[in-house]
């Protein structure tokens, strides 16, 4: 911002430039492009306010149904973990492969990949399968 001295000097030089009858007339133009950039700065703030209060308001709106999707996601996941645990503890009941790695086996690398312990009953499992394998 400029001080009151800075002021004073820009007075006097416009004095000397433009006269005593110009000056007023000059300073009228400037107050009233003034009030015009103040005015539609207002204009704009008050537009944008508007504008972001809409924003504001969607984003409410829509938070509700997320949060509720969100909920229902949980819920669901939580259900799946829960089977997926079930499933695992259950005993292979269908024919061992002949090659490649059993059941056992690729359930505790499933268990390793998803960063969890193995259960003990998948190593009793294992270790079952292991022993009726022999032909």
């Known amino acids: 911002m400029l001080q009151g001295g800075e002021i ?5 030089v416009a ?4 006269g005593p009858q110009r000056l007023p007339e ?3 133009k400037i107050g009233r492009w003034s009030a015009e950039l103040r005015q539609a700065a207002r204009e704009l703030r008050s537009g944008l306010e508007k504008e972001v209060a809409e924003l504001r308001e969607l984003k409410q709106d829509l938070q509700q149904p997320l949060d509720e999707l969100r909920r229902g996601l949980d819920e669901v ?11 695992r503890r259950l005993k292979w ?4 492969p002949k090659s490649g790695p059993t059941p056992a086996d690729a359930l505790a690398d499933l268990d390793e990949i998803e960063g969890k312990r193995p259960d003990d009953s998948a190593a009793e499992d294992a270790a079952q399968s292991g022993g009726d ?3």
């Open 15 to 18: 004095l000397v430039v433009l």
């Open 77 to 87: 996941t939580r259900d799946v973990d829960e089977v997926a645990g079930e499933v």
């Open 133 to 135: 394998d022999e032909a």
């Open 26 to 28: 000059v300073a009228r």
């Open 8 to 12: 004073i000097i820009i007075l006097l």
């Open 93 to 96: 009941v269908g024919p061992e």
